[in-house]
Structure formats: C-alpha cells, structure tokens
C-alpha cells in the first residue's frame, strides 16, 4: 500500500522560509501517473487545498492565498513532492498535509479545489508549521 511521509513543519518567524517534503513509498513516480497535493487545516478552520501537482498533464494549482509564495515541485528520482514555502504568514501557521492520486490521474486544479480533494486515496500525517509574529 501507498504510504505518504510528511516532513519539514516547524516554527519560523514572519517572512521566513520553510520547505515541506512528502515522500512516497510504494510507488514509483517515473513508472506511472500521479497527482500529490497539499492541503492544510487550522484550528476552528475547514481544510484547504494549498498546492497541487498532477503528473498526468504537468499542471500545477496554487491558492490564491499562497501565489507568489509557495512553489510545489516533484523529483522522479526521490519519489518526493516538495512545497518551498516563502514569506510565510501567521495565516500560514497550520497542520499541512501531502494527499496522493496514484494511476488514473488528471489536472491539479481538480484535486486542489472544491471537493477533489475526496479523489486523493492516501494521506500522510500531518506536519505542523506555526510561523510567529
């Protein structure tokens, strides 16, 4: 089975730099399409879909929240999906999550909005980024 593995939250300041990793086991990136996504949850708040990727046609999705500021990138070799998160927010601090579509995949737009996010089979745990005042 698919098994995700979040890395990288932590506490940085505002303006600061943070880099989020999901590994994927199990699967092969070179060998078959994919669409990796990451979705975050604040307290009190609904999940949103922040970033996504999508092998299938190479579409990238960011939130507006996030244009400008984050960038999600795949490496093949590694199996890793990446988001290099700059000039955090304290509207950023939350539990981040990697989400996967393995197979039989399509655009990233579909998986990052509306209720897509429900296509994604595996999940990982999540990985807390706090960014302070």
């Known amino acids: 089975d698919v098994q995700l593995q979040a890395s990288g939250g932590g506490l940085v300041q505002t303006g600061g730099s943070l880099r989020l990793s999901c590994a994927a086991s199990?699967?092969?990136?070179?060998?078959?399409?994919?669409?990796i996504g990451w979705f975050r949850q604040a307290p009190g708040k609904e999940r949103e879909g922040v970033s996504c990727?999508?092998?299938?046609?190479?579409?990238?999705y960011y939130a507006d929240s996030v244009k400008g500021r984050f960038t999600i990138s795949s490496d093949n070799a590694k199996n890793t999906v990446s988001l290099q998160m700059n000039s955090l927010k304290p509207e950023d601090t939350a539990v981040y999550y990697c989400?996967?579509?393995?197979?039989?995949?399509?655009?990233?737009?579909?998986?990052?909005?509306?209720?897509?996010?429900?296509?994604?089979?595996?999940w990982g745990k999540g990985t807390l980024v706090t960014v302070s005042s």
């Open positions: 199990e699967f092969k990136f070179a060998f078959g399409d994919y669409a």
């Open positions: 990727i999508s092998s299938t046609d190479g579409s990238t």
């Open positions: 989400a996967a579509d393995m197979g039989d995949t399509i655009s990233a737009d579909y998986y990052c909005s509306g209720y897509g996010s429900y296509s994604m089979d595996y």
